[in-house]
């Protein structure tokens, strides 16, 4: 089933993920497919998140 969250709940969603991940394996020892394994739907805005960024940080 599809669920029809906010990008705010999506982003909430992936910063949940990455604290539960980062307090299992440390900051040091985490990639970022274990952040999203944990909702794979969030694989899409991870993705968006990425593109945004990188159009901010463009001169």
């Known amino acids: 089933m599809t669920q ?3 990008k705010e709940e999506r982003m909430r969603q992936l910063l949940d993920a ?3 991940v ?3 394996k440390g900051y040091h020892d985490t990639q970022i497919s274990d952040i999203i394994k944990k ?3 969030l694989v ?3 993705i968006f ?4 960024s ?3 940080l463009q001169p």
Do not use: C, D, R, Y
Request: proline share 5%; net charge positive.
């Open 22 to 24: 980062f307090g299992k």
């Open 49 to 52: 998140i990425l593109k945004v």
């Open 39 to 41: 909702p794979m739907s």
């Open 4 to 6: 029809n969250l906010t």
């Open 18 to 20: 990455a604290v539960q």
């Open 54 to 56: 990188a159009k901010f």
């Open 44 to 46: 899409g805005l991870f």
